[in-house]
T-cell receptor, first 118, second 113 residues
Framework: DTAVSQTPKYLVTQMGNDKSIKCEQN?????MYWYKQDSKKFLKIMFS???????INETVPNRFSPKSPDKAHLNLHINSLELGDSAVYFC?????????????????FGPGTRLTVL | AQSVTQLGSHVSVSEGALVLLRCNYS??????LFWYVQYPNQGLQLLLK??????LVKGINGFEAEFKKSETSFHLTKPSAHMSDAAEYFC???????????FGTGTSLTVIP
């Protein structure tokens, strides 16, 4: 009964390929996120969706496209993979609003997907 | 935008010694404050958080942190380090309005036997 799950855990692929990473949360949260963690462990927010609506879209190449079919899922599709895309990608979720009031609630993270581009 | 500063990207302590990991934030309005731990090859796990109320917050695994508004700090401490505490630690802040989390650059904790 994992709270935030990601598939696959490892992804090795060639430059130029297109790949997707899937994320699902069973916490009933209304907001989901994608982060990229580089080799120096630096965490960078990429996207955030609230109830299937894009609310944060940081400076990310447009080869990266998030898709949220429903509020429990947020997938990340990457076109034309490049060497620099190699990183660990984390999905997270949070319950940002309750009864109309914003809550200072934490984000729950998935286990990560280690992407290696050769 | 917020910024979060973690002083010391690498901290080494002896087993049984005090652990002190530093975090400072930039906002003039106190945000929500968090510490996360990341064990090797795992995701981030919440250690503790401050939202309101008592400024000394206790978390899991014997960690605690104190919110000091005057110093805009939220340092993480543990009285006695254990080998299992070796991990990467991230401080994060979230504004009281808005949706975004801001993470520090992380501190790698090494525990020496």
């Amino acid at each position: 009964d994992t709270a935030v799950s990601q598939t696959p855990k490892y992804l090795v692929t060639q430059m130029g390929n297109d790949k997707s990473i899937k994320c699902e949360q069973n916490l009933g949260h209304d907001t989901m996120y994608w982060y990229k963690q580089d080799s120096k462990k630096f965490l960078k927010i990429m996207f955030s969706y609230n109830n299937k609506e894009l609310i944060i879209n940081e400076t990310v190449p447009n080869r990266f496209s998030p898709k949220s079919p429903d509020k429990a899922h947020l997938n990340l599709h990457i076109n034309s993979l490049e060497l620099g895309d190699s990183a660990v990608y984390f999905c997270a979720s949070s319950q940002d609003f309750q009864r109309g009031a914003r809550r200072g609630i934490e984000q729950f993270f998935g286990p990560g997907t280690r992407l290696t581009v050769l | 935008a917020q910024s979060v500063t973690q002083l010391g990207s690498h901290v080494s302590v002896s087993e049984g010694a005090l652990v002190l990991l530093r975090c400072n934030y930039s906002s003039s309005v106190p945000p929500y404050l968090f510490w996360y731990v990341q064990y090797p090859n795992q995701g981030l796990q919440l250690l503790l958080k401050y939202t309101t109320g008592a400024t000394l917050v206790k978390g899991i695994n014997g960690f605690e942190a104190e919110f000091k508004k005057s110093e805009t700090s939220f340092h993480l401490t543990k009285p006695s380090a254990h080998m299992s505490d070796a991990a990467e630690y991230f401080c994060a802040v979230s504004e009281r309005t808005g949706n975004q989390f801001y993470f520090g650059t992380g501190t790698s904790l090494t525990v020496i036997p």
